[in-house]
């Protein structure tokens, strides 16, 4: 959303917030002024020394409630005190209309490694982003480099030009459908080729430091239209480059046990790139290995059996324009007809332990083998001294199989394709694994829960409506880059440059609910948690190494459980495989993130966003807006619902990198309560008479219920289009939810869709379970009962989180009988912290650390544990590596998550 929208929508903010509950400091904080003084925030880059070839970087940086005002100005300097272009935006507001989170964007103006972040007045860029839209047309000029983007029709980049020259165009997005599927020999498919066809465009923002246009369409051929997608691109003043983000979501159909349907045989993105120079001074760059790159031209004079003399054998291999031939040898000039011209190169990276490099003359004729390593950077140029076209997909390997095809190089328009599906690889199956092995009814569903710990139903397991970003980048180069310029480019595809925030800002503004701290290795305990929570992430990062956890669909992923007695994850065990979110690992991640600011576990936990997001929840059809819990394949378990589609797993993200795409998912969330009245989540085990009807649908205050809130409360904290309906139901909930007779332990509600509320039970009813809370509820109660003075709301989750890990007599007390068999102890902790901290009750904090240390919970993870890996080896295993047996991810996720919330909230009281 532009800027001036945001701060409209904002203006808006003082009179909606009249509300009967006082909002966080509404009344009793002014915001602090413009010119007050505050202390500059120092940005650094996450892992690079600056932003290097890439075209931009852009950033979210929190502020403590009441500081600043919405229409705060902010600049941006160098440490030496040299002002940096930035431009500033709001994308989170605290309830009292004050600064929240803002986002900042810089260009490659930006030539320092460290900055200091004040409010002020931000310096002008000298080349300012300059956004037009006339017809079917949106122009975009960074002052360097002008892009038209289409509007309608099949060319959503129609061109790129550098000055006069045109360097790229017509670029469009290409699609493979393959109608069967053979298990044996191939060679009777057929192929259709789809193209895309823009819908609707729309420009996001319009500079001065940064623009974004959004496309929207579907790919068409004939009558057909499908696989939609959302295509965002990015410039920033000043730059020679841009960043595309691109999303399809797939909406075909396959069957389980079928060989016919919609499988993929390849995606991608393709520019046509014009070729005005001679053919021995056509450039060809192709990344492998690191920075590594086959450098040719089309027309190679290197080599040969007559020499044209070195100063023109480097030249060409350096990529400049080489001397008038009459200067050369002339046994080679007189010859040069006869030199073959090189047009087609192909990269193609099936696994993500090789691939392979390989060029023709043209169409017709046979190709030869060029090379091959392990694993390439997705990046490659084509051009020559009047212009050339760098491009690069990021996460090539690690999302195989992927491509990249130049064509036709040796003629006046050679052909540029990323694909993010190679078409040499096996068509896309996302067919169900396996028949239904009679589960035809619930009661044998259950059964086979109780064996395989998959959660199974026929007609579930679809693939229908999931989805998929991947990142691009495009540099208009007026000539061919030297060497080590294309190196910074193959860097930028590989690791785009981010600002960071340091992690004091993310603490002293308590955003998140102020559940984290520092690091702090003080004392021996402290030390050995520290030691541990780094034993984890890193144990978790070598295993993604290891276990080879890459591909499309799978990369950013983690398995659930690990099989001791073969070595290996339960990849192939129903509910024991991928872990979709289960008991909030993305969580984990994230908090471990910005309590350090370590760029290792940032990438981990990015990654991981992009899958669980995209992948593992509904973005079309019925399910839309639900996830899908843990299984063989991300779509697979029958188990749809909002625990796996939760907003709280993207939060973070999106405010940390004000993230669009990121964006358009939690918004689209905001409605999701309207998918109880498809879906009934415990249909299986309920034992009462229940049809969903929209006045009174049962939703629980768990895992239901902090799915939605999340939803709600960020899209009042950006203030997104639905953010006053949002606002009212997180607090009518939140009200709905204290009023009930037991609080958070009453477990459940008949919630009615129009109003937004509860049903206030009749009668005090105890529906507690240990996974209630580990789905995101401890993080976002803490941020609620911060942000909204709501006395009664507080004190229902104060005692949940005082008696969950009570005596079943305390319980009993309290609520007229006990929890039942409960599990997660350890985790559950971090709630007796919480407690603690919010009462000053000491007794609460010794409990925390008791059941951090000493949970009777088997699977809880204990100090007598040897926190090593073993050696894999030999016969054991299919590679080498460490091993960990007693490490599971649903401990993972909830050791981190309450050693890092114990830490901060009661580390002065452990043992």
Not at 712 to 722: D, N, S, V
Request: proline residues 5%; charged residues 25%; contains cysteine.
């Amino acid at each position: 959303m532009p800027r001036r929208t945001l701060l409209k929508a904002a203006a808006a903010a003082g009179a909606a917030a009249q509300l009967s509950w006082s909002l966080g400091s509404a009344t009793a904080t002014a915001a602090q002024s413009a010119d007050s003084a505050a202390e500059p925030v120092p940005l650094t880059w996450l892992e690079s020394a600056g932003l290097g070839a890439a075209p931009g970087s852009t950033l979210g940086v929190p502020w403590p409630k009441g500081q600043y005002t919405d229409n705060q100005t902010f600049a941006l300097a160098t440490e030496d005190g040299r002002d940096v272009p930035v431009q500033t935006w709001p994308i989170g507001y605290w309830p009292d209309g004050s600064l929240k989170w803002t986002a900042h964007a810089v260009g490659p103006e930006v030539t320092a490694e460290k900055f200091a972040l004040t409010a002020g007045t931000p310096a002008a860029p000298r080349n300012k982003v300059d956004v037009t839209r006339s017809g079917g047309t949106i122009t975009v000029s960074t002052g360097v480099i002008t892009v038209r983007l289409g509007t309608n029709g099949s060319a959503l980049v129609k061109t790129v030009t550098r000055g006069s020259t045109e360097i790229a165009g017509n670029g469009r997005l290409v699609l493979l459908r393959q109608n069967e599927i053979e298990d044996g020999d191939q060679g009777n498919e057929k192929y259709e080729r789809f193209e895309s066809v823009i819908d609707e465009a729309a420009i996001e923002q319009d500079g001065p430091v940064r623009a974004v246009v959004r496309i929207d369409g579907k790919h068409r051929k004939g009558s057909r239209s499908w696989m939609p997608f959302s295509v965002r691109f990015y410039f920033y003043a000043g730059a020679d480059s841009f960043r595309m983000v691109h999303t399809i979501t797939y909406d075909g159909t396959q069957e389980p046990g079928k060989p016919s349907g919609d499988f993929i045989r390849g995606l991608g993105v393709r520019f046509t790139v014009p070729m005005r120079d001679a053919a021995y001074d056509r450039h060809i760059r192709i990344g492998g290995d690191g920075t590594g790159l086959l450098r040719e031209a089309v027309k190679g004079i290197t080599g040969l059996r007559r020499d044209p003399g070195a100063a023109v054998r480097e030249a060409q291999f350096a990529g400049q324009k080489l001397p008038d031939p009459g200067t050369w040898d002339q046994r080679v000039t007189t010859r040069l007809k006869y030199i073959p011209e090189w047009g087609d190169y192909t990269l193609s990276q099936l696994s993500a332990d090789g691939f392979g490099l390989r060029k023709r003359t043209k169409k017709g004729h046979g190709w030869i083998p060029a090379g091959g390593g392990r694993r390439a950077s997705g990046f490659g140029y084509v051009g020559g001294p009047t212009g050339g076209f760098s491009f690069g997909l990021r996460d090539f390997w690690e999302k195989h199989p992927a491509q990249l095809d130049i064509r036709d190089a040796h003629t006046d328009s050679a052909e540029v394709t990323l694909w993010l599906w190679s078409p040499e690889a096996r068509p896309m199956d996302l067919r169900f694994y396996h028949d239904g092995m009679d589960q035809d009814t619930h009661a044998d569903q259950l059964e086979g829960l109780n064996i395989t710990y998959e959660d199974y139903e026929p007609g579930f397991g679809t693939p229908y409506g999931i989805a998929r970003t991947s990142e691009l980048l495009f540099w208009a180069n007026e000539s061919t880059p030297a060497p080590d310029v294309l190196a910074q480019q193959v860097d930028a595809v590989r690791t785009p440059p981010q600002l960071a925030a340091p992690p004091r800002q993310l603490v002293e503004a308590k955003v998140f609910g102020g559940l984290f701290a520092e690091p702090d290795r003080s004392t021996a305990a402290k030390s050995k948690i520290e030691d541990h929570l780094d034993f984890l992430f890193t144990y978790y990062k070598d295993q993604v190494e290891m276990r080879r956890w890459y591909g499309f669909w799978d990369y950013g992923d983690i398995m659930h459980t690990y099989d001791p007695t073969r070595h290996q994850w339960c990849y192939d065990v129903g509910g024991y495989a991928w872990d979709n979110s289960e008991l909030s690992p993305d969580l984990w991640l994230w908090y471990a993130y910005m309590r350090s600011g370590r760029a290792d576990i940032y990438r981990f936990a990015e990654a991981m966003t992009r899958h669980t997001g995209e992948v593992d929840v509904y973005h079309l059809g019925e399910w839309a807006g639900l996830g899908t819990r843990h299984g063989v394949q991300h779509y697979a378990d029958s188990a749809k619902q909002q625990r796996i589609a939760n907003t709280t797993y993207r939060r973070m993200f999106y405010f940390l990198t004000a993230d669009e795409r990121v964006g358009d998912l939690m918004h689209a969330n905001v409605d999701s309560d309207e998918t109880f009245l498809a879906l009934d989540p415990i249909r299986k085990i309920r034992t009462e008479p229940y049809t969903p009807d929209r006045h009174a649908l049962s939703i629980g205050f768990g895992t239901d219920w902090s799915g939605l809130v999340s939803a709600w409360l960020t899209e009042w904290e950006r203030r997104g289009p639905k953010w006053e309906k949002a606002r009212d139901r997180v607090l009518s909930t939140m009200e709905t939810i204290a009023a009930q007779p037991n609080g958070f332990v009453q477990g459940t509600g008949l919630y009615d869709l129009d109003t937004g509320r509860f049903a206030i039970a009749e009668k005090a009813e105890v529906g507690v379970s240990h996974l209630s809370a580990m789905f995101g509820l401890v993080e976002l109660n803490a941020e609620l009962i911060d942000m909204i003075d709501m006395p009664a709301f507080k004190a229902a989750w104060i005692d949940y989180c005082r008696y969950f890990n009570a005596t079943k007599a305390e319980q009993a007390a309290r609520y007229g009988s006990n929890f039942g068999s409960l599990l997660l102890f350890q985790g559950h902790s971090r709630q007796d912290a919480y407690a603690a901290a919010q009462t000053g009750d000491v007794t609460l904090a010794t409990r925390a650390w008791k059941q951090f240390y000493s949970s009777t919970d088997a699977w809880d993870y204990k100090e007598s544990t040897d926190w090593s890996t073993k050696r894999i080896e030999g016969p054991t295993g299919p590679v080498e590596g460490g091993e960990a047996a007693w490490v599971s991810t649903n401990s993972t996720a909830l050791y981190g998550l309450a050693a890092i919330q114990n830490l901060a909230l009661v580390g002065d009281r452990m043992p």
